[in-house]
């Protein structure tokens, strides 16, 4: 055993831990020494979006003790920001395994530290604690989800003032404050428990009423009231609140898939609970094929992210990717509140820099202004921020299968996205025409961009050592030719630095600093690569683009544009 980690695990059967988490490390010593030294090899990172890793004993895993001394590091930092200001936080917590009790660990620190807790009083999505956290006034929140990551998984993301993720200055000096807490004995862990107060149907009600005000065309919903929609919460929570919003937008026709209604986080039916993934909502394409029904809708376990399958051109159940989502989103909202007469001469909408670029020609289009940000909500959301009385934001998104609609949160929702997605669906109806019907008239009017997301995992200690030297080889030795066509811009947001690479022509990028690297062709094809923040992965995305001049040609060009990103894939080997 490494003497560095042999140190760590020695603090932990030494230190004050419950004797159960003592008998459990020595178990692992005898029966599993490398899953023992994988749990110890190193402090589980509290990154930009907070916590997120494997639930188990050791400083590399989701437990009591990690949560513990992250919120003792979080509140040490909300008590130096504020000083003697009422400091008050929000905290959720989805189905997952042990999230109720990772809820109430940070429930009880924060609380010890004289901090005025408002706690949900059972599981509730994601979104709503964003809504929470504006509403109550709070300083801060907290969420205990690892969002759609496997069963294995928990996590533990932090919220600052405006509902929104952490960001600059406050992610990296919160990482400071809890890099500083390296002693269980540092943390408070009980002792306020009068400053916990639990909340729930009010606030639910409050964030209903919200997301109902959201809708354009009540009056096609009335018409249209029995949709046919199957829905499908993955075990999550979105049993919690999205059949509710369904029936007060007023459908009347929603069939949940039973097999999957009840919150469980061991999410029985599926390998990982994510809409993404066709396997996992294969039990609600079953459903909605036998119901013949109108669209399908599934939602991650902190509902947050929204999967959604309907008939394509065909008569077949297809699903939808996240960035065809995003596009027929951001289309409706923008043509709907012309048509409507509500849109505003500043109105905006905002996407990420590895989002489709049909959003920016939609927006362009339309005549509305669109601002490309980093990946993640928390960009969106600070973005807001900044142009705060001068621009009204009507919709945010990105490919992840996720939109944030309407101006009072700050964090994808997928609640309110489903009760969008459905009105989109009865407004195409009354039309005689479906979502995928739709999408392929606006492939025709803005252009045909195919976009497709491969996720290399390179597990164990190793890990991020390997993906950091796989950016750095791209970094420092650029593609010059990807699939037979020239690579004419690198973007290195890194360095915030673009390149012509024929002129050699260089300016800066006007965002923070992140580690993604994008090369764009000389026919418009953008490869995008990024490492995740929160997990041992890179992610590659890559989009390519053409004109559909009808209607009739739509499976052969569409068979044209996934045949090239394939083409790009074995060009940069990365099967």
Partial sequence: MDAAIQERINVWVNGNYDQATKDTIARLQKDSPDELADAFYRNLEFGTGGLRGIMGVGTNRINKYTIGMATQGFANYLKKTYGSEEIKVAIAHDSRNNSRFFAETTAHVFAANGIKVFLFEALRPTPELSFAIRTLGCKAGVVCT????????????????????????????????????????????????????????????????????????????????????????????????????????????????????????????????NPEESETMSIGLKKAKELDADILLGTDPDADRVGIGVKNHKGEWVLMNGNQTAVLAFSYMMEARKAKGIAQPNDMVITTIVTTEMINEVAKQNDVACYNVLTGFKWIAEKIKELDGQKNYVIG???????????????????????????????????????????????????????????????????????????????????????????????????????????????????????????????????????????????????????????????????????????????????
């Fill in 146 to 273: 690892a969002s759609h990551n496997p069963r294995e998984y928990n996590g533990y993301k932090a919220y600052w003032n405006d509902g929104g993720q952490l960001v600059p200055p406050h992610d990296k000096n919160v990482i400071t404050e809890v890099e500083a807490i390296t002693n269980v004995n540092d943390v408070k862990w009980e002792g306020g428990s009068a400053n916990i107060t639990l909340i729930g149907k009010d606030m639910d009600n409050a964030y209903l009423d919200m997301v109902k005000e959201l809708s354009v065309y009540p009056d096609v919903i009335a018409e249209q009231h029995d949709l046919k929609i199957v829905y499908t919460p993955i075990h999550g929570t979105g049993i919690t609140l999205v059949p509710e919003v369904l029936k007060r937008f007023g459908f009347t026709n929603v069939t949940i898939v039973e097999e999957q209604a009840t919150p469980d986080g061991n999410f029985p039916t599926v390998n990982y609970p």
């Fill in 397 to 575: 998104g990105e490919e992840s299968f996720g939109l944030m609609i309407g101006n009072q949160i700050r964090d994808k929702d997928a609640v309110s996205a489903v009760a969008l997605m459905c009105e989109m669906a009865a407004y195409e109806k009354n039309q005689g025409k479906t979502l995928f019907d739709k999408m392929i008239e606006l492939y025709i009017k803005y252009g045909f961009y195919y976009e497709n997301l491969i996720s290399i995992t390179k597990k164990g200690m190793n890990g991020q050592k390997e993906i950091a030297e796989m950016m750095e080889s791209y970094r420092s030795n650029p593609p010059k030719t990807i699939a037979g066509a020239q690579v004419a811009t690198l973007l290195d947001y890194e360095l915030q630095k673009g390149t012509n690479l024929f002129t050699g022509e260089t300016w800066t990028i006007a965002l923070p600093k992140s580690n993604v690297l994008q090369f764009v062709t000389a026919d418009g094809t953008k490869i995008s690569a990024r490492p995740s923040g929160t997990e041992p992965k890179i992610k590659f995305y890559f989009s390519v683009n053409t004109r559909l001049a009808r209607k009739e040609d739509f499976d052969t060009v569409y068979a044209s544009l996934e045949n090239k990103i394939k083409d790009i894939i074995t060009d940069m080997n990365l099967k």
